[in-house]
């Protein structure tokens, strides 16, 4: 298997400069000599594109798994759907824009988000109304404890918002190896955002076809997110907070244009009957960091970006250290503010 010692900063979107031994994983069988050749105790770390990671150059003697893991396989071709399984390492967009461009509906939404396909299932992958546990039907993994091949079903990976089973319980346990998707031939509902309908409406275009709506969330997301290759960044770096009802209440009393969107949950907040249902509100974490006034705001050597207080840029030469104190400087600001906790929504690896 091909091995490195490298500075690994142009193998993430934020460019953090970290010394590291990668190995690239190309096979089921690179894995396992990985694993069998690993010092005992030593906890490795899983990459793909890199665009959802915050290393730190104190990792040290952490070796890095690079999936590289190609292949595209169509499974069965039903009258209504498609299985389809992708290797791990295959590049998340370039398979939307092939499902686009074959009619095959389910992930058009999640269109020009960075990063390999086996790291979606991880923080369960989600944009304008989409998430890929609406599409996985299965997840292929390489169990690292037992060395063993398994199959996780949609059910098994404990899919919710920004957040899997390989987040949790399944993190250091398993490989993901490559994902099977079920994408329908049946045309799609087109996305419910103001954005989307503006811009149907300004390009004149009624009944849009699946390629018109990739073409229209990748126009739009390029008004809101830097090109990674060019602006160093993570994506959205913090989550939208969700919380109780009552509390956003209070908030909108004071802040009358306080965008907030219902979610309908199953209660598991202390004094509430972990069956039941109620309402809870998503804030976008962009107003808030926006009202505390760091909306393009400047650190030194990190900024939020000028079009989307949501997103962290690394000026060129920021460290580790520096990304840190700049979130730590905004969720204290919206904490003292707001009285809501924003967390983050890259892995940090230390
Ligand atoms: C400009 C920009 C826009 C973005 N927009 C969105 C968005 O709209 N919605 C969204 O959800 N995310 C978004 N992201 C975040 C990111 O692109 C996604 O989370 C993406 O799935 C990460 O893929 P990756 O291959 O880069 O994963 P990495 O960053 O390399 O890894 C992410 C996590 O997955 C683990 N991992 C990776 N591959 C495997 C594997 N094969 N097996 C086990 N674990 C693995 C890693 O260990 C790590 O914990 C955006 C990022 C950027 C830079």
């Known amino acids: 298997m091909h091995r490195l010692f490298i500075n690994i900063a142009p193998l993430t979107t934020m460019q953090l400069p970290v010394m590291a031994e990668v190995f690239y994983a190309k096979n089921v069988d690179h894995i396992l000599e990985f694993f069998n050749k690993l010092e005992k105790g030593v ?17 040290k003697n952490r070796p890095i798994l690079k999936m590289e893991i190609m292949g595209i396989e169509i499974i069965s071709n039903e009258r209504d759907f498609v299985l389809i399984k992708l290797g791990a390492g295959e590049n998340w967009d370039n398979f939307v824009s092939r499902a686009c461009a074959t009619n095959l509906s389910g992930i058009e939404a999640m269109s020009a988000i960075p990063g390999t396909v086996g790291a979606t299932p991880v923080q369960n992958v989600g944009a304008y109304g989409q998430e890929v546990k609406d599409t996985i039907l299965n997840v292929e993994v390489f169990d690292i404890e037992d060395k063993k091949i398994k199959i996780l079903t949609n059910v098994d990976c404990k899919f919710s918002y920004r957040d899997s089973i390989f987040k949790n319980e399944g993190k250091n346990k398993f490989v993901i190896i490559s994902v099977t998707f079920k994408l329908l031939k049946q045309f799609p509902e087109i996305p419910k955002y103001v954005d989307v309908k503006k811009y149907f409406i300004e390009n004149n275009i009624n009944n849009p076809s699946l390629i018109q709506i990739r073409d229209a969330i990748i126009n739009i997301r390029h ?17 939208n907070p969700i919380i109780d009802k009552n509390e956003a209440l209070k908030i909108k009393e004071s802040y009358l244009d306080m965008p907030s969107f ?18 809870q509100v998503k804030i976008p974490a962009g107003w808030l960091i926006e009202k505390v006034g760091m909306k393009g705001y400047d650190f030194g050597k990190v900024a939020t970006y000028k079009n989307n207080a949501i997103v962290l840029i690394n000026k060129g030469d920021a460290s580790y250290q520096d990304i840190i104190n700049a979130k730590d400087k905004i969720i204290a600001s919206v904490y003292e503010k707001f009285g809501i906790t924003l967390e983050t929504e890259p892995e940090f690896v230390n």
């Open 223 to 239: 008004t809101k997110l830097p090109d990674p290759k060019i602006i160093f960044n993570t994506g959205s770096f913090f989550k």
């Open 262 to 279: 219902t979610v309908i949950s199953n209660a598991n907040i202390e004094n509430k009957s972990s069956n039941s249902i109620y309402e």
């Open 43 to 59: 906890k490795p770390i899983i990459l793909g594109g890199g665009s959802n990671l915050i290393i730190s150059p104190e990792i």
